[in-house]
């Protein structure tokens, strides 16, 4: 008998959102919670990929894309921040619910293959924490998430190519002007030998105004990294 289906029968599971007892094997969001995530889709920003009201019949670029210097070649969010996908994310981020990262890999594939192109990667990274963040905080969600989704992508790890070079100040109750300000240069790369003229899938729980995600790849792009594409969990 696997393990896993061992481990079930003498520790039942319940949905991690709903309490449902017994979703299906190997998994903690029942399918009722899945139909409930509040998926993202067309139209949107052709590059940051925020999702826009109403119709919209040719390529569109968002006010904060058409304004900025963008470096990654388009990111893309699965879910939005709210209801099913908003409780996972915080109940994996802040209350060290490991066991969720499975069920989210599953969506952020899900996502990766809808948005782009088979073979388009060459390496997965995730968005660092700075080394005192996460020593606090004892580990790197978007890192359990990147590792989970790499496995089924077949990607391997970047290496840690990526680095946060400084701490910063949560990003949550700052101003669009002030989230870029606040993690300007904050990362760098290492070992750009190995990264140079590789495509790097980047991947983090949340993108809200895409300024982390944006200076990440400027690290990526100026370390030797060819392309750099986001996916997301779900966008703030």
């Not at 590789?198 to 690290?219: F, K, Q, S």
Request: proline fraction near 6%; charged fraction near 25%; aromatic fraction near 8%.
């Amino acid at each position: 008998m696997p393990l896993r289906v061992l481990l079930d029968l003498l520790y039942p599971r319940a949905c991690a959102h709903c309490g449902r007892p017994d979703p299906d094997a190997g998994r903690y969001l029942c399918w009722d919670c899945m139909a409930r995530v509040d998926f993202i889709q067309p139209p949107f920003c052709e590059l940051c990929g925020d999702p826009v009201g109403g119709r919209v019949g040719h390529a569109y670029r968002c006010a904060l894309c058409s304004d900025r210097a963008v470096y990654f070649d388009a990111a893309r969010s699965v879910a939005r921040y709210d209801g099913v996908a908003g409780a996972l994310i915080r109940d994996l981020k802040y209350h060290g619910a490991f066991w969720l990262a499975a069920d989210l890999a599953d969506l952020l594939a899900a996502g990766v293959r809808s948005h782009f192109e088979t073979g388009a990667f060459d390496a997965i990274a995730a968005v660092p924490l700075h080394p005192a963040k996460q020593r606090v905080r004892g580990y790197n969600q978007s890192a359990l998430l990147a590792a989970a989704l790499g496995r089924r992508l077949g990607l391997p790890p970047a290496r840690r190519c990526l680095c946060r070079l400084r701490p910063d100040r949560s990003q949550t109750h700052l101003t669009v002007p002030e989230r870029a300000a606040n993690v300007a240069h904050a990362f760098g790369t290492r070992w750009n030998r190995w990264l140079e003229g590789r495509r790097i899938l980047l991947v983090d729980d949340v993108m809200t105004t895409g300024a982390t995600v944006n200076d990440c790849a400027r690290a990526l792009k100026e370390g030797g990294a060819a392309a750099v594409r986001v996916i997301t969990l779900a966008r703030g």
